[in-house]
């Protein structure tokens, strides 16, 4: 469970009545994302499939990490894992309600799941060994893109990791999300391809920045 409470300048914590808003939110803004195909099985999009994965993911924050949102309107949402908590544990998995998506996604889905984090988990380890925060999830509604909200998401988040010398760790899947994790001081450390697809898996690493006086 979580250890501290975080509030942050210009977001507001998720609360679960919220959830239904931000569950839309995250459907919509990965309609194209592959990894999110990947995990579906599928090269067609179901957002009805899909928004039982973003709902579990949301458990997770919400039970285990910190989920904010850009305001009462959940234009944006990001999901955060604290330092103890970057390994999602079977325990985890069931008690965020893992195991009801082999009835609402796909009977192998869990099999996908599982394949998908043991492959990035090892990458994961072996290029962000000392203690970190890990981005979850972020995603911007399709109608709110371009309109600064991912910045209102990121910025807030990594000044507080700066203030607090802690550093994170993502992932991605779209090669044009790389270039805009490298304007925070992201850094790909390991590029990879996710099992049994070609579908291309960009591990980034940013360490805390010196705050300036």
Known sequence: MKEIAIKLDGLINLEKQQFGKA???????????PCLKYLLNSETYDPEKAKHIHEYTLNIGRLYGYTFATGKEVEGVCIWLPPN???VSSWMFIRAGGLGMKRTVYPGIIETIKRYGDYSGEIHHRNAQLPH?????????????G??????LMKPMLQYFDKNRQSCYLETHNPKNVAFYERYGFKVVEIGKLPKSEK??????????????
């Open 133 to 145: 925060w890990y981005l979850l999830s972020i995603g911007i509604s399709k109608n709110n893109q």
């Open 147 to 152: 309109r600064g909200y991912a910045n209102t």
């Open 200 to 213: 291309t898996h960009w591990a980034m690493y940013r360490e805390a920045k010196e705050l300036e006086n």
């Open 23 to 33: 569950i839309a939110c995250l459907t919509d803004a990965f309609s194209e994302d």
């Open 85 to 87: 908590r970057v390994d």
